[in-house]
């Protein structure tokens, strides 16, 4: 299934050229048989979204998942997943705007991999994982790297309202042959700044649930970005300004654009 949530809050399922409106949230059919329609078809060129899941439990990030983005920024390659969160407030949906903080800032885009958790998880390990998968989408972590620099850690320069671009859709594993190996992209007003792939990860996507789910449990509407690959502003000093249109392409996933005001 791909699975929206709509602007009035209702969870759908795409259909060919319309959504099907499902009962209850997105997250209540994660890990669960294809519900029936709720409601009439809606056509899609018609609808705005909101983020798959518009306030995830938590936002858990793994930070220089890919090799060349380490290098780029300088950084030894971790031995173990790095971890970091961000506030769920900070979610928004496709075609919202990212707001640029005020005063001296260094605004920054990461295209990811976003793991959706469907089913409650704990002392997973690799083999176990799937099983909790609900689903996978686009997301943008989006940073301010002067706070992420000064602060002496990641959570405020990665948690500013609208830091948190996620979706358009939430495809549930069976839509995806193989997630570990899907093209991933960041476009800045069409021009192509990440490309790269999933197979690129230091640490595989069953890897990472089974190392969060050995530290805190994992709970449906969870989610967990697993790493950008090297492009981003902080490797060449290309730091996003007002105006600028954002765009995060995972194969299959769809496409993710904000606007930056």
Do not use: W
Request: proline share 8%; net charge negative.
């Amino acid at each position: 299934m791909r699975l929206v949530t709509l602007a009035d809050g209702r969870a759908a399922r795409i259909e060919d050229d319309h959504y099907l409106p499902l009962p209850g949230r997105v997250v209540d059919h994660l890990c669960r048989p294809p519900a029936a329609s709720s409601g009439r078809p809606l056509p899609i060129e018609d609808i705005p979204l909101l983020a798959p899941i518009p306030r995830p439990g938590k936002v858990v990030c793994v930070g220089l998942n890919y090799k060349d983005h380490a290098a780029e920024t300088g950084a030894t390659p971790p031995e173990r997943p790095m971890l970091f969160g961000k506030a769920a407030t900070c979610v928004v949906g496709p075609g919202r705007d990212i707001e640029m903080p005020a005063g001296d800032v260094k605004l920054d885009y990461e295209a990811e991999l976003a793991v959706v958790i469907g089913a409650l998880g704990r002392h997973l390990t690799k083999e176990q994982a799937p099983s909790v998968i609900g689903g996978y989408a686009c997301f943008n972590d989006v940073s301010e790297r002067i706070a992420q620099k000064t602060d002496g850690q990641f959570f405020r320069g990665k948690s500013f309202d609208t830091f948190g671009p996620f979706g358009p859709l939430i495809a549930t594993p069976d839509e995806i042959d193989d997630p570990q190996h899907l093209t991933i992209r960041c476009l800045v007003n069409d021009e192509v700044r990440q490309d790269s792939s999933t197979s690129a990860m230091i640490f595989s996507i069953n890897h990472i649930v089974a190392y969060c789910s050995r530290a805190f449990t994992l709970e449906p509407g969870d989610v967990i970005a697993t790493g950008t690959p090297s492009g981003v502003g902080a490797g060449s000093g290309r730091f996003l300004q007002r105006s600028d249109t954002v765009s995060v392409e995972v194969e299959g996933l769809g496409t993710l654009t904000n606007q930056v005001v």
